[in-house]
T-cell receptor, first 114, second 113 residues
């Protein structure tokens, strides 16, 4: 089955710097890669996703890149702000018949210092 | 619109006791899920339901059961709780399964002593 590895486990940056979180996956058939943000005491919330027919997707200060050949995808946050501090999870799944579960990485705790 | 609600918010439970975690969604989503979140292990799928009346096992189903009598409710039952089931439990739903966005509830923090 699918296995998703996520690095780093913790990341500390200064406000205004960029942050990059990387994930690798094992199943070459996976074609859907969402990123979730979890704030303290809350459930995860989708912030951006990418499907395998595109290599990059951007939404304001966040972007996701996908390299299907290498089976890795990354989350990029530019001009970080203190409110970006949270735990971020990558995940992978695939479209297909029957139930295809979403497999999550182990999370990255991002701390943005003012 | 409330989205997904979970109850209780937190619970301390003696080992061997039975416990049901409640989950209700008002988005008329077909698919619902239960995850447990443990430090360093991320989110792991316990059980899922693609539509009312059907359920399936996820990655870590042992010791848990679910039912899906209607679209809105998806309770998770621990028949005889053990300390290893101490965790934060999240319910989620999506319009369909597979690659639709999953919306998560606020979680239930369960401690089994």
């Amino acid at each position: 089955g699918e296995n998703v590895e996520q690095h780093p486990s913790t990341l500390s940056v200064q406000e205004g710097d960029s942050a990059v979180i990387k994930c690798t996956y094992s199943d070459s058939a996976s074609n859907y890669f969402p990123w979730y943000k979890q704030e303290l005491g809350k459930g995860p919330q989708l912030i951006i996703d990418i499907r395998s027919n595109v290599g990059e997707k951007k939404d304001q200060r966040i972007a996701v890149t996908l390299n299907k050949t290498a089976k890795h995808f990354s989350l990029h946050i530019t001009e970080t702000q203190p409110e970006d501090s949270a735990v971020y999870f990558c995940a992978a799944s695939k479209e297909g018949t029957g139930f295809q579960k979403l497999v999550f990485g182990t999370g990255t705790r991002l701390l943005v210092s003012p | 619109i409330a989205g997904i609600t979970q109850a209780p918010t937190s619970q301390i439970l003696a080992a061997g006791r039975r416990m049901t975690l409640r989950c209700t969604q008002d988005m008329r989503h077909n698919a619902m899920y239960w995850y447990r979140q443990d430090l360093g292990l991320g989110l792991r799928l316990i059980h899922y339901s693609n539509t009312a009346g059907t359920t399936g096992k996820g990655e870590v189903p042992d010791g848990y059961s679910v039912s899906r009598a209607n679209t809105d409710d998806f309770p998770l039952t621990l028949a005889s709780a053990v300390p290893s089931q101490t965790s934060v439990y999240f319910c989620a739903s999506s319009r369909q399964g597979n690659t639709d966005t999953q919306y998560f509830g606020p979680g239930t923090r369960l401690t089994v002593l």
